[in-house]
């Protein structure tokens, strides 16, 4: 009988595929070099941890406490247990040195301040380095604009439009931030309630971005107090349009019309102005869009999911601040989507303080008596699948359930209002009717005028906020001075010694959560999620793989004695001969020349032709213990650090750049 032999995809190992390896940087929308700063902390380098932290990300005080996290989903170390605590570790981090620090120095500010400066416009470590970080944002505002056409407006004083202010002004041009409300912030401010994010820590962050030199103008209503037209009546070279998604949207369903019923986003904005709202002692907020769909749409919907997730479960436990006995959650998906998402510690604190959740449901209609919300009704659900196995969720008949409520709180998603948008502004709509963007640069159709953040995405996390910031900032710059900001990158490996390496003790500690304030604590704004102690954080942080460490092997020193696939501790090796390997053109390149065969070639008729062997590495379980360098007869492995670092060049040819990297080598 003939068995067919098992084969292996294969990826060649190149830059590309080393910064993929760096998981937690890789999947940060603003590429903060996380293993840096963690790695970091475990040193006890605590001013590093921040310059690294803080240098692509002007609200990293915020994101220590409310990020989604996305670093922490992507962590290797979750394969294996659980994840680094990457977001409460940056916290740590900006304790010490953040805005919130007693000792911290403004960024700019007058001579006895200045200390505050060298702090991030210092070359960063190896990796932090980023076209979007502090460091190379400053270098190239050294190389000068003309003030007379850099001036540039930006409407909206949110996460995106501040992130797009604080580059700007590094950059060298002259900025101006127009704010609805009464205080900056966006839906930082408004949206997320205080028991999560301190308003001091807010003010504090956005005033360092003020002291840049960036101007800010509140109580400016688009549409009311000025126009697109006179923005650029007045001499602005270039216009960002950053509102947030305020706008909730809503339900279809009959009974939204009664007294009791609220919208999520501006339930929370009024408590956070200060009004009190009676809920009765029952409530109900309806979750999410939920719905099971299809697998691109949902990739694409994924992150504005995330954000709507959150308002769901922030709306519910304010709810609970709010004097409220009873709330209740009702969530169109699984319990398991719910899980997966970036939202897992708002649903386990909301869990925590006694929020009843039900999920696989579909709400079907809110039922009131003399105006005023009595009950809302549900229908369960059941996932139907299409042709192409693609699963929906649908009703299912006669399962009608009603439970009573004094209110019922909608929290399934928001959008931008852009009513102020005029016909003659000549800035186009998209079908969904977000702004039309140009894909790379953030161009509207209308010269001169760009969209950023939730505008043209709907809403979004404060993470993803900020990187719409780096690249709306960037597209302008690049208008204005009328040539390409190019981003010139460098790559390269230097032998870690075997000792640096972690240790198997290191394997052995588990992750520790955050503490977080008793339960009969929790009331009005108090702050329930703490910080580390010194000792917590550096044992956390120890817990990091350092996936920047790579295991690299020399074929003409390997001898095949299988040593290192015998020592590995997690089984990561195999040695398969080549024909049992399938990969795209650079797999065919290289075995060609190595061997002279093609690969296709290697097996024909039944008859091996080549003995020629490979050694394949499971990424997923590698610890980056060591033990296959240590055992090695040859010196075939080596633990190589991977290092990249990014420029912004003006016009410079990446040819020109590069020739650097080989002295790094």
């Not at 001013?47 to 220590?64: D, H, K, L, M, T």
Request: aromatic share 6%; with cysteine.
């Amino acid at each position: 009988m003939n068995v067919p032999s098992e084969r292996y995809q294969v990826e060649i190992v190149d830059t590309g595929y080393c910064r993929s390896l760096i998981s937690c940087q890789a999947a940060c929308p603003a590429h903060t070099n996380a293993q840096g700063y963690v790695n970091a902390i475990a040193r006890g380098a605590y001013e590093e941890g921040y310059i690294i932290a803080r240098q692509p990300n002007p609200f990293a005080s915020i994101c220590g406490r409310v990020c989604a996290s996305p670093c922490e989903r992507a962590c290797r170390r979750g394969k294996i247990d659980a994840p680094i605590t990457i977001r409460t570790l940056k916290r740590f981090l900006c304790e010490h040195y953040g805005a919130e620090a007693r000792s911290h120095l403004p960024l700019f500010g007058e001579e006895e301040r200045k200390a505050g400066i060298a702090r991030l416009n210092g070359k960063p470590p190896y990796n932090a380095q980023t076209v979007e970080s502090f460091s190379q944002l400053a270098s190239g505002g050294k190389k000068g604009v003309d003030q007379g056409s850099s001036s540039v407006a930006i409407i909206g004083a949110g996460p995106t439009g501040l992130t797009a202010a604080h580059d700007l002004a590094l950059l060298g041009h002259k900025v101006t931030v127009f704010e609805a409300a009464d205080d900056a912030g966006g839906m930082a401010l408004l949206g997320i309630p205080e028991y999560r994010l301190p308003r001091d820590v807010l003010k504090l962050e956005i005033g360092e971005i003020l002291d840049l030199g960036v101007a800010l103008k509140v109580n400016r209503r688009l549409g009311v107090d000025f126009s697109l037209a006179s923005l650029r009546e007045e001499g602005f070279g270039a216009i960002l349009i950053a509102i947030g998604a305020y706008k909730d949207k809503w339900l279809n369903i009959e009974g939204t019309g009664l007294n009791g019923v609220l919208a999520a986003v501006d339930f929370l904005t009024h408590v956070k102005l200060g009004s009190r709202l009676n809920l009765g002692n029952k409530v109900a907020v309806i979750g999410g869009d939920g719905a099971r769909r299809p697998a691109r749409q949902k990739e694409a919907d994924e992150v504005a999911a995330d954000s709507t997730l959150m308002t769901v479960f922030d709306a519910a436990r304010q709810a609970l601040r709010s004097g409220v006995s009873e709330v209740h959650v009702f969530y169109r998906g699984t319990m398991a989507e719910m899980r997966a998402s970036q939202s897992q510690e708002e649903l386990d604190g909301a869990l925590e303080e006694g929020i009843i959740l039900h999920t696989d449901v579909i709400p079907n209609r809110i039922i009131g008596s003399n105006g005023k919300v009595t009950g809302f009704e549900t229908l369960a659900s059941r996932a139907q699948y299409d042709e192409k196995g693609q699963p929906a969720p649908v009703p299912v008949a006669g399962s009608e359930s009603i439970i009573e409520c004094s209110a019922v709180i909608l929290a399934i998603g928001q959008e931008s209002d852009l009513s102020f948008i005029r016909p003659k502004d000549n800035v186009a709509f998209s079908d969904q009717g977000a702004i039309l963007t140009d894909t790379d640069t953030l161009a509207t159709t209308a010269p001169g005028i760009f969209a950023g953040g939730d505008a043209i995405r709907g809403p979004r996390t404060v993470i993803d906020a900020v990187a719409g910031g780096h690249r709306a900032a960037r597209a302008i710059d690049n208008y204005l001075r009328g040539v390409t900001l190019k981003t010139v990158s460098q790559e390269w490996l230097t032998p870690v010694p075997l000792e640096d390496l972690p240790s198997q003790y290191n394997l052995n500690i588990p992750r520790l959560n955050p503490p977080r304030l008793p339960l009969d604590r929790r009331s009005g704004g108090s702050e329930v999620e703490g910080v580390f102690d010194e000792a917590s954080a550096r044992e956390q942080a120890q817990r990091c793989l350092k996936c920047h460490i790579q295991t690299v092997f020399n074929g003409d020193l390997c001898i095949l004695c299988g040593g290192c696939v015998d020592v590995c501790p997690q089984s990561c090796y195999k040695m398969v001969r080549l024909d049992r390997l399938e990969g795209d053109e650079r797999l065919e390149v290289i075995v060609e020349a190595r061997y002279g065969i093609p690969l296709s070639e290697f097996r024909k008729g039944g008859e091996v032709l080549s003995q020629g062997t490979a050694m394949i590495k499971d990424e997923t379980r590698c610890v980056r213990c060591g033990l296959c360098a240590k055992r090695c007869p040859t010196g075939a492995i080596t633990m190589e650090a991977f290092h990249f670092e990014e420029e912004l060049h003006y016009g410079e040819s990446a040819e020109e750049s590069l020739e650097t990297v080989d002295s790094k080598q």
